[in-house]
């Protein structure tokens, strides 16, 4: 009897104590709330506005245009064109020159007799002199040679400008294309916290919940805010960079497109070796810079050699214009420097001393041409597997956030296992980001290491 009567006081204190608590009204906890952040934006006007394509620009797009606007390109091909003016002011050695020269002479007799005079030529004077270069020992060829693979070299420079052009540019749009799929996942990962905040707060004004929850909820919240503050910054940085590599002005505003680079067949990493060899504009640069520094060389050591020239003259004189009588004239000159105190050795010293400096950065630069193409191959091949591994990351991470999230609203799970999950959800989509990212990186380190724009 007494143990009936006891569990019978113990059911009342239960179940009284579960009315009052169900009759309490929830605690709301004081938390600070703000509003999510706003990108920062370029309040001004761009006065001249390039001529850019009305929808999202592509990076082929991009690039093309960079190519055609970026000073130092304009620069180098200036430079191109000078190395032509050289090779041309070379090769006219090789050709006849004609010279056409006139005076006049009046003659005056003062005082005394004419005879004095006689022997000055007056009236009009013409002359026509047609100079050819004979025999240098093939000096001026040599000069003609050395200023050619100048000229060269300064082609495959620019052609290496705009491979660079074309590489940074690629760097920046997908930098740029990162920093906005990055700003996607924090505003994605705001919307689940407030989402989320709105489910605790739901279970506490029910009486089910925790005011803990709601705190935690708040403060996973703010968290994501400042998370997305940091990469709308960064991605207003990221098109500020992709302008001033496209030679637009910084503060446009542009409109990109995904990365989506076709990823190339690759064979193997030694044939990519020897195309880039043969390909690369810098390595073909520095050839023809070597070779200028073996004509050059040729140029030192024929510098005091016997000159040949031939020289045909007509002279006119007389008081009318052509002049009345005139002569022609043929004849051969030889100019010869048996001795200039060591200015020729010094030439050879010189050119010997640009060969061996030009041999020895060609091949470090062969080495550097190497390394670039292993390196971009390890990026592509490593970075198409994180992608594949990142793609099954997500999956899973949003599997876990669907049961935990279906755990608490059926009181079976805590709160912070959502949060926990939500974590872990973000985490697995910014490595789904940047995955991607490097192996559009790793296909522009391609191109590059290539030499192709």
């Known amino acids: 009897m007494f143990y009936h ?26 938390v600070a709330q703000k509003k999510n ?31 055609a606007n970026q000073p130092q390109i304009e620069n180098d091909a200036a430079l191109v064109e000078a190395a032509r003016g050289r090779a041309n002011q070379a090769a006219s050695g090789l050709y006849p020159s004609l010279n056409i020269g006139g005076s006049y002479t009046p003659q005056v007799t003062f005082a005394g007799s004419s005879a004095s ?18 025999y240098d020992s093939s000096h001026t060829l040599s000069l ?40 996607q996942v924090q505003e994605e990962n705001v919307a689940n916290r407030e989402q989320q905040l709105a489910l605790s707060q739901a279970r506490l004004k029910s009486g089910i919940g925790l005011p803990s929850d709601m705190v935690n909820a708040e403060t996973a919240l703010a968290q994501g805010q400042v998370l997305l503050s940091t990469a709308q910054m960064n991605t207003r940085n990221a ?20 990365a989506n680079e076709p990823i190339p067949v690759i064979s193997n990493v030694d044939d990519l070796t020897s195309q880039a060899l043969q390909s690369r504009p810098d390595i073909n640069a520095d050839k023809a810079i070597v070779m200028a520094d073996k004509n050059a060389l040729s140029v030192a050591r024929t510098n005091n050699d016997p000159t040949l020239n031939g020289d045909v003259e007509v002279l006119g004189r007389g008081n009318s214009l052509p002049p009345g009588t005139g002569d022609l004239l043929a004849g051969v000159s030889v100019s ?30 062969q080495q550097q041409v190497i390394s670039d193409v292993s390196n971009a191959y390890v990026n592509l091949m490593s970075a ?46 910014l490595d789904q980001v940047n995955s991607d990212l490097s192996v559009q990186l790793a296909i522009a380190q391609l191109h590059f290491a290539l030499g192709e724009d």
Do not use: W
Not at 39 to 63: D, F, W, Y
Not at 117 to 134: A, D, E, I, W
Not at 145 to 170: F, G, I, M, N, R
């Open 5 to 30: 009567r006891f569990v019978s006081v113990i059911c009342m204190v239960t179940m009284s104590m579960t009315v009052c608590i169900a009759q309490t009204p929830p605690i709301i906890p004081k």
């Open 37 to 67: 952040p706003q990108p920062v934006r370029l309040n001004t006007h761009v006065k001249v506005l390039p001529n850019l394509p009305s929808g999202p620009i592509t990076l082929q797009e991009a690039v093309s245009f960079a190519l």
């Open 117 to 134: 005079t006689s022997n000055v030529t007056t009236g009009l004077q013409t002359t026509l002199t047609l100079k050819q270069l004979l």
């Open 144 to 183: 003609f040679h050395e200023e050619s693979s100048l000229q060269k070299a300064a082609l495959y420079t620019l052609q290496a400008q705009k491979s660079d052009t074309a590489y940074l540019v690629s760097q920046a749009y997908d930098n740029a294309v990162l920093a906005q799929q990055t700003e």
């Open 239 to 258: 098109l500020v960079n992709l302008a001033l590599q496209m030679g637009l002005d910084p503060r446009i505003k542009l409109n990109i497109a995904s």
């Open 336 to 365: 010869y420097s048996p001795y200039d105190g060591g200015y020729t050795a010094g030439l050879i010293q010189q050119a010997k001393a640009d060969i061996a400096s030009g041999n020895a950065q060609l091949l470090s630069l």
């Open 384 to 429: 198409q597997e994180r992608a594949s591994l990142a793609n099954a990351e997500v999956v899973n991470a949003q599997q876990s956030v669907n049961i935990a999230d279906g755990r608490y609203k059926e009181g079976l799970g805590l709160f912070q296992d959502i949060l926990t999950a939500q974590a872990a959800l973000v985490s697995a989509r």
